[in-house]
Every structure is written in structure tokens, then in C-alpha cells.
Nanobody, 124 residues
């Protein structure tokens, strides 16, 4: 079993930055494909970014490409989502997710483990 705990959310003005963290339990962190999803009110949860176990491969939604950077520190069992040039439309609850696979996935059913979410609010 893997437990995920997100942190780093908050309120920021448009154009600002935030860094989200997701700490994972367990000793198999480097074998997990990690991702971030987000869910705005009355909307479906959507893919934001994912990173392979080694950290060599990353994948981003078009809406965040060039503004968000996903990285991981396997020694600390943590992934980081650096969010720059934030826009009001980035406002959502951000969820960390993990799957025991070496393959990329961008849909929610393919991720086995989820965090509780952290709120990100971007004011205009």
C-alpha cells in the first residue's frame, strides 16, 4: 500500500508561483509512475503532469506545458510540481497519484493510489 500526502497549496495572484509537494510512504517509490491531476468545481478531474520512476520521462497537459515542471527526489520519496505563471483557470484541488507501472498513463482509473488533495487558488 502507498500513502500520498500533498502539501504546498494556497492562494496566489495571477502570474505568481507555487510549488506542490507529494510525499509517499513505502520502499518502492522509485518503481512508481507519479502524476498530478486537478479538479475544479463542477468539472471532471483532469491530468496535469506525470513522471516516470527514474525521473527521466515527463509528460504534461497542453494547458500547463511551459509553465509547470514536475520533478522527483527518490531519496526523499517525494515529487514536486513547480507551477509558474499561474492563471485563474489553474484554480482547482490538485491531487497526487501513483501507479505501479513503468508506463505513462493520463487517465484517473489507471492510478491506484491517491492523496487527499491540496487547494490552489489563483486570483485575478
Amino acid at each position: 500500500q502507498v500513502q500520498l500526502v500533498e502539501s504546498g497549496g494556497g492562494l496566489v495572484q495571477a502570474g505568481g508561483s507555487l510549488r506542490l509537494s507529494c510525499a509517499a510512504s513505502g520502499r518502492t517509490f522509485s518503481s512508481l509512475y507519479m502524476a498530478w491531476f486537478r479538479q475544479a468545481p463542477s468539472q471532471e478531474r483532469e491530468f496535469v503532469a506525470a513522471i516516470s520512476g527514474s525521473g527521466d520521462n515527463t509528460h504534461y497537459a497542453d494547458s500547463v506545458k511551459g509553465r509547470f515542471t514536475l520533478s522527483r527526489d527518490n531519496a526523499r520519496n517525494t515529487v514536486y510540481l513547480q507551477m509558474n505563471s499561474l492563471k485563474p483557470e489553474d484554480t482547482a484541488v490538485y491531487y497526487c497519484a501513483a501507479r505501479r507501472s513503468a508506463n505513462l498513463a493520463v487517465t484517473t482509473p489507471l492510478y491506484e493510489f491517491w492523496g487527499q488533495g491540496t487547494q490552489v487558488t489563483v486570483s485575478s
